[in-house]
């Protein structure tokens, strides 16, 4: 069974930071890309960051490189999402999402968190 929980959302302003964090239940996480997604208000829900299970190979949104850093500890079965310089258009609900082989298309993911929720005022 796989287990995912989101945690670490909140309201920050603009230009702020936040580190978001995803801790997952499954003895095997190592073998388990992973990824964030985020559902902004009104939109569907878009691809934000994803990382490998056994290199750490990443991937980033154009729209977050630079800013957002996803990193995981594999020894504390755990996925962070360091964000930096947040913006206001980056207000969502963030999802924490694991699957055997990388992707940034939402639908090849197997497991999901219910979502923590970041805004960001102006």
């Known amino acids: 069974q796989v287990q995912l929980v989101e945690s670490g959302g909140r309201l920050v302003q603009a230009g702020g930071s936040l580190r978001l964090s995803c801790a997952a239940s499954?003895?095997?996480?190592?073998?388990?890309?992973m990824a964030w997604f985020g559902r902004a208000p009104g939109k569907e829900r878009e691809f934000v960051a994803a990382?490998?299970?056994?290199?750490?190979?990443?991937l980033y949104a154009d729209s977050v490189k630079g800013r957002f850093t996803i990193s995981r500890d594999n020894a504390v079965n755990t996925l962070y999402l360091q964000m930096n310089s947040l913006k206001p258009e980056d207000t969502a609900v963030y999802y924490c999402a694991a699957t055997l082989v990388i992707a940034t298309m939402a639908r090849r993911y197997d497991h999901w968190g219910q979502g923590t929720q970041v805004t960001v005022s102006s």
């Open positions: 990382i490998s299970g056994s290199l750490g190979s990443t």
């Open positions: 499954m003895r095997t996480f190592s073998s388990y890309a």
